[in-house]
């Protein structure tokens, strides 16, 4: 079950380069997870603004140390103004698919009480529905019994592996991730109440109409999601 696509490394690199001009000094930013955010965060680190970041993973925050930026907790600075993150897959409503980087629980928070929420992804992202695969983070207790209740809700679920140890993976929360198939999901916005009621169930990837704008780069450039989805609506 594949549930990252690698994206086009020009896309990545204008729109990350591009979301840089609505940071301004002062603010607090979230810093999402992924590729993309890697190349935001290391423009950012290069342009003269002074600002505390938020970060939605161990990852990002070892790179964003790493970069020089002032890390603060978010229960230290109670909120924030400004979130910056990729997505794996957007459907022409903004609805976001996350956590191909397993880092979805923190990300939704920080999204979550953040003022602004942008989503930058290249063009290669974008479909016309949501149809990845859906990572849940679970708590490793309960993951027979939310395996069960997938299967209810007509998903089929899979334990994610680490890759580079024997056994599952790990979160930063220390939980496990299940990646589910529900085939082209029609309804982001029920699947997610769906799935937000199993017990056991720490958070799940889906974002339905959270994102206040998504920036979407190619090589002809950034565009905004609307115009895109009003091109294909002519
Ligand atoms: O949700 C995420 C991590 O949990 C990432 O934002 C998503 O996987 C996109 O990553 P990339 O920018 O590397 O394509």
Same mark, same amino acid.
Do not use: L, M
């Given at each position: 079950m594949s549930v990252k696509r690698d994206g086009s490394d020009v896309g990545k690199e204008v729109v990350g380069e591009r979301v840089v001009e609505l940071v301004e000094s002062g603010m607090v930013v979230g810093f999402g997870t992924g590729s993309t955010v890697g190349v935001f965060l290391r423009e950012l680190a290069g342009r003269d603004v002074d600002v505390v970041g938020v970060c939605t993973s161990f990852d990002t925050e070892l790179l964003a140390r790493r970069l020089g930026f002032d890390v603060r907790s978010l229960s230290s600075v109670g909120s924030v103004d400004l979130a910056v993150d990729g997505a794996d897959q957007v459907d022409f409503d903004g609805n976001l698919i996350k956590?191909?980087?397993?880092?979805h629980f923190r990300e939704k928070v920080v999204a979550s009480f953040s003022d602004r929420f942008v989503c930058i992804v290249d063009?290669?992202? =974008?479909?016309?529905e949501l149809d990845l695969p859906v990572p849940i983070e679970v708590a490793p207790f309960a993951l027979e019994n939310v395996l069960g209740e997938i299967g209810c809700l007509g998903g089929e679920g899979v334990l994610r592996s680490c890759g580079e140890k024997d056994g599952p993976l790990v979160t930063d929360n220390g939980n496990f991730v299940v990646d589910t198939d529900f085939?082209? /999901?029609?309804k982001p916005e029920r699947l997610s109440k769906e799935i937000s009621? /199993?017990?056991?169930? =720490?958070?799940?990837?889906l974002f339905p109409g959270m994102a206040d704008s998504v920036l979407v780069g190619s090589s002809d450039g950034v565009r905004e999601l609307r115009e895109i989805k009003g091109n294909e609506e002519r």
């Open positions: 956590g191909g980087g397993a880092a063009d290669t992202k =974008v479909d016309s085939g082209r /999901i029609q009621c /199993i017990t056991g169930v =720490v958070e799940h990837g």
